[in-house]
């Protein structure tokens, strides 16, 4: 039979018609022993190639499948070489003079800077009416010039004045050195208060005073005038309060110096 038809279909009619006949039957047998071995080869072929173009152009994808579980972490790669070095970069402005340097060894105080600082003292008398003498030193960490005018607060009939420390002396600061009036000694503490406008919690002082604030005392006159023989002026450096306190008297404050 496979020879007759061989004859009328030729050799490529005949493997196609026998792929059609395979693909008819699903491929399921083709036995056919009249085949020659090269024309087994062909039909395989051919079966092949149109069975795949076949199942492409009539099959269906399926539903997707679950998700699959996560790979095991993989090993560590490798340490990567050094990268290139980085262009040098461009050099900076040159900063500011310090206050105290190698090349400035004076060390004074900037103009318009300010230092802060506390005091403090307490009484060694040997009884609280019998007061004997105390100083409490006020030093500036950096040369302060030219010297500053040391202005110390004090409060007198309600009203905060500035008291001028000199050597050996004081005096109210302000346009009235003896107030004689209340409008007087308001215009002496405004003065004051333009000088150094703070307070023993925040010190504050204008360039070229030194305004040393009284913050809480124990059984201590605050007027500086009560010893006004040992008062010192104002150096570059500092200066000395001097206290008249008895036993368990203190007093403590704060100051502020800036310079011209």
Avoid at 24 to 39: H, K, T
Avoid at 80 to 85: I, L, N, R, S, T
Avoid at 94 to 99: D, F, I
Wanted: aromatic letters at 6%; glycine letters at 14%; charged letters at 25%.
């Amino acid at each position: 039979m496979f020879s007759r038809l061989h004859e009328k279909l030729g050799t490529a009619g005949l493997i196609v018609a026998v792929v059609a006949l395979v693909v008819a039957l699903g491929g399921a047998a083709v036995a056919a022993s009249g085949v020659s071995g090269p024309e087994k080869k062909e039909i395989k072929k051919f079966s092949k190639k149109f069975s795949k173009k076949f199942s492409q152009q009539f099959a269906k994808p399926g539903a997707q499948g679950p998700k699959g579980d996560p790979g095991a972490k993989g090993d560590p790669g490798a340490k990567g070489d050094p990268g290139a070095k980085g262009d040098k970069g461009d050099k900076g402005d040159t900063g500011e003079s310090g206050a105290c340097s190698t090349s400035i060894p004076t060390c004074d105080l900037p103009s318009g800077a300010t230092l802060r600082g506390v005091w403090g003292t307490s009484g060694e008398g040997p009884a609280p009416n019998e007061p004997t003498l105390s100083l409490a030193p006020i030093s500036f960490v950096l040369n302060v010039s030219p010297a500053p005018k040391a202005l110390m607060e004090f409060e007198s009939f309600g009203l905060t004045f500035g008291a001028e420390l000199l050597d050996e002396s004081t005096k109210f600061f302000g346009p009235h050195p003896s107030p004689g009036s209340q409008e007087e000694a308001e215009e002496d503490e405004a003065a004051f208060r333009a000088a150094c406008p703070g307070d023993a919690d925040n010190p504050e002082a204008e360039p070229g005073f030194v305004c040393i604030y009284v913050g809480k005392v124990e059984g201590v006159p605050t007027n500086p005038q009560s010893n006004a023989e040992e008062v010192e002026a104002a150096n570059e450096f500092g200066l000395v309060i001097p206290w008249e306190v008895g036993l368990n008297d203190s007093a403590r404050g704060s100051w502020a110096v800036t310079a011209e």
